[in-house]
């Protein structure tokens, strides 16, 4: 006789972590009983080996929790924010793009809007992340707003700031014809003071701070050459150069950043001139031999010195596209991007608009044909064109200066949570416990004293061997549950101990439904072996309808909830489906074994 009844162990390796997909076997195909039995036996030692002797343990090195045997393996449960305490990243939301744009009244509107955007922006994000334990919140420091995100058991902390804090910014921008005034440079020079005061609170970090901020005319970078090499406005003030210490950042200088000339069409030397203001920490100096007469063998010493530098330009050579209300075009009205090919063969990616962004992008190209207007992407030129007509059908197309898989990229970056404001990182700090491992064990407590009750309660109302049926179907459901939160590596919270603790009385549901049934089949006359087959398949139904609905809660409350919510539906959505999947055949074949030798 040949078994209908399949069972598949998928081992996948990945990151150098084993991980078994146990769930694929057809427990509703009628089969020989050894054949499931079989199945869930090996499931459930499987399940102890990973509960009892497999562990989890961060590795400092590669940032990684990395798989361990253990005769500890019980103890290796991640714990939430809530029960373990986590991480405090502090960001503040940069609106300097935004101020000159509106009036007060209308910029506190804005503002509310992109902090929305910013808060469901970090939430998709850290849900990428696997993690459902976390806090993000706004909160107002003076004239500053800040985006403060507590978040717990994250393997890999450096990898979840890189994704929290990531600004992949889309902007237009036309060329800036306006004459440069004594008010505009005051701007730019106010602009570069409290630039240099951000950074005397966070001077290692001073490039990183103003990395891809060219479309505002600001350059961070790091450089390297002897005096003769260097800017001419280091030239200018080579006094301060010589005599300021090590790693001190200095005080805002002004000047020419570089002199040069090119020639025109007939033949002029035309002299141009970037001006604006500076602020540089020099990190090292190094004496270096060099010749100082050229073809004599005489030589001196020079020296060699590494900067970090932010420059201002005293004045914007770009400015951000306006409808005609004067309403910004930027990524707040982007939707979605996808990489593509031009219709002259080049990689480029298409930019979509909502409504409202249709409407400003056709009016900024109505209103500026024969121009030239610039994509930024997370604050880098990504193209510049002239407009040649107006474009109204709602998109935008990046192009030129990259292949097909920096457009895939770039494509990816856009979808994966464009930001309207860039946010700068200015505190990490450690978080302690809200509640604590007391309220922990007090959970854990009360998950085994509703276990008890359930127990004796099922004894008393269906007899000891019903109830002895549903502990086995509780224990199996606990260790493959524990099992599957350490492969998934959950952090567990207290929302989601609550979860596991209301889905130990729906589970028990299943039992209730099919005791009913078999005691009314029995009563009709038939043979225990008989009721059991018929109380199974006619309580199915119910059972499946059940655990269906409770899923679909669950699915709602971690697609639209906030973090103690998503924690709450990610377990019903868990337990839900082992319920459906494992505790009914679990349940049956429970049966049969108990009512095998009684007499019908």
């Known amino acids: 006789?040949?078994?209908?009844?399949?069972?598949?162990?998928?081992?996948?390796?990945?990151?150098?972590?084993?991980?078994?997909?146990?769930?694929?076997?057809?427990?509703?195909?009628?089969?020989?009983?050894?054949?499931?039995?079989?199945t869930l036996a090996i499931l459930f030692v499987i399940s102890l080996f990973f509960v009892f002797f497999v562990?989890?343990?961060?590795?400092?090195?590669?940032f990684k929790r990395d798989w361990i045997l253990t005769a500890k393996g019980i103890t290796h449960f991640r714990k939430g924010l809530d029960i373990s305490g986590g991480t405090k990243l502090t960001?503040?939301?940069?609106?300097?793009?935004?101020?000159?744009?509106?009036?007060?009244?209308?910029?506190?509107?804005?503002?509310?809007?992109?902090?929305?955007?910013?808060?469901?922006?970090?939430?998709?994000?850290i849900s990428g992340l696997g993690v459902s334990d976390y806090v993000a919140k706004t909160q107002t420091i003076g004239d500053e707003t800040q985006v403060v995100v507590e978040i717990g058991g994250v393997a890999d902390l450096d990898q979840a700031k890189e994704i929290i804090g990531k600004t992949v910014e889309l902007e237009f921008r036309l060329q800036n014809e306006d004459a440069v005034t004594e008010e505009t440079i005051a701007q730019r020079k106010a602009l570069a003071e409290k630039i240099r005061t951000e950074v005397l609170a966070n001077p290692t970090k001073m490039i990183e701070l103003y990395a891809n901020q060219g479309a505002e005319n600001i350059a961070a970078r790091t450089i390297t050459g002897t005096l003769d090499q260097l800017p001419e406005i280091y030239k200018d003030n080579s006094e301060l150069l010589n005599t300021i210490p090590l790693n001190q950042i200095s005080n805002v200088v002004e000047g020419a950043y570089l002199r040069e000339s090119y020639q025109n069409g007939s033949?002029?030397?035309?002299?141009?001139?970037?001006?604006?203001?500076?602020?540089?920490?020099?990190?090292?100096k190094n004496e270096i031999s060099a010749i100082t007469d050229t073809g004599s063998n005489s030589s001196g010493n020079q020296t060699l010195y590494t900067i970090d530098e932010i420059f201002i330009q005293d004045r914007l050579s770009r400015k951000i596209a306006q409808g005609n209300d004067g309403t910004p075009l930027n990524g707040a009205y982007f939707t979605i991007a996808r990489p593509e090919t031009t219709q002259f063969g080049q990689a480029g990616v298409s930019i979509g608009f909502n409504t409202k962004g249709g409407e400003l992008f056709c009016q900024v190209t109505q209103n500026n044909v024969g121009k030239s207007m610039a994509i930024f992407v997370g604050g880098a030129l990504a193209t510049q064109a002239n407009i040649r007509e107006k474009i109204c059908d709602?998109?935008?197309?990046?192009?030129?200066?990259?292949?097909?898989?920096?457009?895939?990229?770039m494509a990816k970056e856009l979808n994966a949570g464009n930001m309207p404001a860039p946010?700068?990182?200015?505190?990490?700090?450690?978080?302690?416990?809200?509640?604590?491992?007391?309220?922990f064990q007090g959970a854990l407590i009360a998950t085994g004293v509703g276990t008890l009750a359930i127990i004796i309660y099922m004894f008393f109302i269906y007899g000891r061997r019903k109830a002895a049926v549903t502990t086995a179907t509780m224990f199996f459901f606990f260790i493959v549950l524990l099992a599957t939160l350490k492969l998934i590596d959950y952090a567990l919270s207290l929302s989601g101990i609550a979860a596991i603790i209301l889905s130990i009385g729906m589970a028990v549901d299943a039992n209730?439904?099919?005791?009913?049934?078999?005691?009314?089949?029995?009563?009709?006359?038939?043979?225990?072996?008989?009721?059991?087959?018929?109380?199974?398949?006619?309580?199915?139904?119910?059972?499946?309808?059940?655990?269906?609905?409770?899923?679909?809660?669950g699915v709602l409350l971690f697609a639209y909830g906030i973090s103690i919510f998503k924690g709450f539906g990610s377990m019903i959505i868990l337990t839900a489906i082992l319920t459906l999947v494992l505790n009914v055949p679990f349940i049956e074949e429970a049966l049969r074994t108990i009512y095998k030798n009684k007499k019908d």
């Open 512 to 553: 209730i439904l099919i005791f009913e049934r078999m005691n009314e089949e029995v009563k009709s006359g038939k043979s225990y072996s008989a009721a059991i087959e018929t109380a199974q398949k006619r309580s199915r139904s119910a059972i499946r309808d059940g655990q269906v609905s409770t899923l679909l809660i």
């Open 55 to 62: 562990g989890r343990t961060f590795n400092s090195e590669t």
């Open 91 to 125: 960001y503040k939301i940069d609106y300097s793009k935004y101020k000159d744009l509106y009036t007060s009244n209308e910029f506190l509107q804005v503002k509310k809007d992109i902090e929305q955007i910013i808060l469901k922006n970090i939430d998709s994000r």
């Open 267 to 284: 033949g002029e030397e035309v002299p141009i001139e970037i001006d604006g203001f500076l602020v540089f920490r020099v990190t090292a």
């Open 423 to 439: 946010l700068i990182l200015l505190q990490e700090e450690k978080v302690s416990p809200s509640l604590g491992d007391s309220a």
């Open 394 to 409: 709602g998109k935008a197309q990046i192009s030129g200066g990259f292949g097909k898989d920096e457009a895939i990229a």
């Open 1 to 38: 006789m040949q078994a209908k009844s399949q069972v598949s162990l998928v081992f996948l390796e990945k990151n150098h972590i084993l991980t078994p997909f146990y769930f694929t076997f057809y427990w509703h195909m009628k089969g020989f009983l050894t054949t499931k039995r079989l």
